[in-house]
């Protein structure tokens, strides 16, 4: 039986997490083309933080959402969380009743077209319609994909959600990156690193993870070259080299910005002649900082190429589905909170200390005991 009221998670507006909200809300019907999903994990993301503190300015002394079509999408009430894991309960007009049941994973993207191979104005579930801090969630039929891998747990599908790979692999797609190419991952143990670090091994390209240390041996096993100690970026050039074999870096994936931005760059422009494709750097993120001091001439002189990335494609999203299917793509999930206390998951987050790797997950209360108790961070 589907209930008629569900616990949700509500943000009423900008603020800090006292506007988070645990209320009971109508559960939604799915529309035409969609599904109602019961929600058994989300993934949390700094996304979500930004977001409700209006921290994705693009002018200076702007305060806003994430909003790039032209008008805010973000309105109050509404119930965050993109990376959506859970079953099938019932489907709308025009899709198959044979979905009732499935386990699945959202792609997160609201997309403003169909097939195109760019996505010029993004926006997402949980930002521009209700995400998955709920108990149930309407979605659309065909982005919620079948994940039958019975060696994965809910909360570890959801670990491996769109909103960190598919920006991973748009991150690398963007870059054009080849097989044997070496790549700079900063900020390599949260989500976005650790599947970074993945999926250049699935292409073929070799990951270098900027860290802490001691993280070192996890990234180490998940795929990374080497791990540079990010705690100490006094003659980070020379270490570079040292683990490079004298070799520049092809292309930086960077999460960081700020003031490292400008060293990064140096670890790809220190030796031209031993070059044979253009430095490229990937931006997606500012977590050091957003905004960065850096000459011009450097940029245009050394032919630097910078993309900036958000979202991808569905043809993107559909291939790490199929990835993760298929197994090579592996989940690097470090926890679970429960759905009411999503205002101490979001301190743990923003003060996570040495031991964090990886995706927090959020599951519904009455979820709980099947899907976030064997990772439940409560006591931490």
Sequence with gaps: MIPNTMKAMVLTGHGDVDKLEYQDVPVPAPGAGQVL??????????????????????????MTSFQMGGKPTLVFPRIQGADIAGRVVAVGDGVDESRVGERGLLDFNIYANDRRDINLTPDYYGHGADGGYAEYVALPADQFHHIPNAELADAEVASMGMCSYQTAMHMLTSANIKAGERVLVTGASGGVGTALIQLCRIMGAIPYALSKQDKAAALLELGAEAVLDRSDMDSFVDRVKAETGGKPIDAVMDLVGGEMTDVFIDTMIFDMNARSTYP????AGASGGN???????????YQVQIFGVSHGTREEAEQLMAWIRGGQLKPVLHGAFRLSELHRAEEYFVNRGSNYLGKIVIVPDSQWEEHGQPWSLESA
């Design 37 to 62: 999903v019961q929600v058994t994990a989300t993934a949390k993301n700094n996304t979500d933080r930004k977001a409700r503190e209006g921290l994705y300015p693009t002018k200076k002394g702007e």
């Design 280 to 283: 490229r750097l990937s931006i």
């Design 291 to 301: 905004i960065s001091e850096i000459l011009w001439t450097r940029i245009y002189l």
